[in-house]
């Protein structure tokens, strides 16, 4: 089914690795009772099962077949959602800087991405759609009538991460984080398919110095302002 055909509505978060981007969108959806595209997972989950087989990452046919015939199954439960590929519990294994820097490299190939874009677009369902990512707006969802480019300080969403590696007790450099991130932020915004940044018609929105709260706060104001969610 393609974009234009199906009516529900659609709002877009877009923005680099770090914004708030994940936990927003799902608070987001979960007060507003829609569905939710967690489209960075599905290149974590490209990049996971092809270590698994052994598709190198500079293997584009093949990473697109891995992406075409992923076996993946998102469970939400308990305000969270468990992420199971072949079988297995893949939750925090696609969250690891590996892993992400490997989603990175993958998202970058224009067969990949073709091979994700229905997958993507099937999320589309009544009442709603919180679609996560860093295309969602400029190429999988570009009818959507609320558009958000979540951004913040590279040093702030280094901290951020620093963070939660600390909190799930793993030892990490803040400097290495922030230069990963600062590596993956260029080399997201100069892929020559799907560049990361904002759509022609979206609102750019800086969580530097604004807590979660206040964000899903703003995003639901804006949807409530364009009729397109009942006030909460």
Avoid: C
Avoid at 29 to 38: I, S
Avoid at 50 to 71: C, F, M, P, Y
Avoid at 213 to 228: A, H, I, K
């Amino acid at each position: 089914m393609s974009e234009a055909v199906n009516s529900a509505p659609v709002l877009t978060l877009d923005g680099p690795g770090g914004a708030g981007k994940g936990t927003i969108s799902r608070l987001v959806a979960e007060r507003l009772g829609w569905h939710l595209l967690d489209s960075g997972a599905l290149y974590r989950l490209t990049a996971l099962a092809a270590g698994k087989h052994g598709v190198a990452l500079d293997d584009e046919a093949g990473l697109a077949r891995v992406a075409a015939t992923l076996d993946v199954v998102f469970v939400a439960e308990n305000e969270a959602t468990t992420v199971l590929l072949e079988g297995d519990d893949a939750t925090t294994t696609i969250r690891t800087e590996q892993v992400g820097d490997a989603a990175s490299r993958v998202a970058a190939l224009p067969a990949v991405r073709q091979a994700l874009l229905q997958r993507q677009r099937d999320f589309r369902k009544a009442p709603g759609l919180v679609a996560d990512g860093r295309d969602m707006g400029t190429v999988v969802f570009t009818d959507a009538p609320l558009k958000i480019f979540l951004t913040a300080s590279a040093e702030e969403r280094a901290r951020r991460r620093h963070l939660q590696l600390r909190e799930a007790g793993v030892d990490a450099s803040l400097s290495s984080l922030l230069k990963e991130i600062q590596a993956r932020d260029a080399r997201d915004m100069q892929r020559s398919v799907a560049p990361l940044k904002p759509a022609d018609d979206a609102i750019t929105l800086d969580t530097t110095r604004l807590t979660i709260p206040e964000v899903v706060d703003r995003l639901t104001e804006l949807l409530t302002e364009r009729g397109l969610a009942s006030a909460t």
